[in-house]
């Protein structure tokens, strides 16, 4: 949030910038108030409203489907409670994939899973 502020004084971008951060993922996402008019000297190229897909003579894929992100599954805070119940330590600065790896290292795979499993289904 710190940064934001300082990019904001710096630059005037006419972007607003929103930050997303968690646990997990660290990342920003943007957004131009009225687009085509901020953005009218750098459009080069405007497709026709009968073919809007196509861009230089060459067709584009109107749409993409996309699935949602399958969600659920162990968390980076259920992988750091496993460590301590099975008395693991230095584990807190660990990443999501350093600590199932510390913890395959101390209780084995099979163990593991075991585990996960009891935490997912309940």
Do not use: W
């Not at 119940?85 to 593991?112: C, F, T």
Request: charged share 30%.
């Amino acid at each position: 949030m710190i940064e934001k502020k300082n990019l904001k004084n710096i630059y005037d971008f006419g972007i607003k910038i929103n930050p997303k951060v968690d646990s997990s993922q660290s990342r920003v996402q943007c957004s131009v108030s009225n687009f085509l008019d901020t953005l009218k000297d750098f459009i080069t190229y405007r497709s026709t409203s009968e073919q809007p897909n196509l861009l230089r003579g060459k067709e584009i894929i109107a749409s993409l489907k996309s699935p949602p992100r399958s969600r659920g599954g162990i968390t980076k805070k259920n992988l750091i409670s496993l460590c301590r119940e099975n008395g693991i330590k230095m584990y807190s600065k660990l990443k999501k994939s350093d600590l199932k790896e510390l913890l395959v290292k101390s209780i084995g795979k099979q163990e593991l899973m075991k585990q996960i499993k009891l935490i997912t289904t309940h």
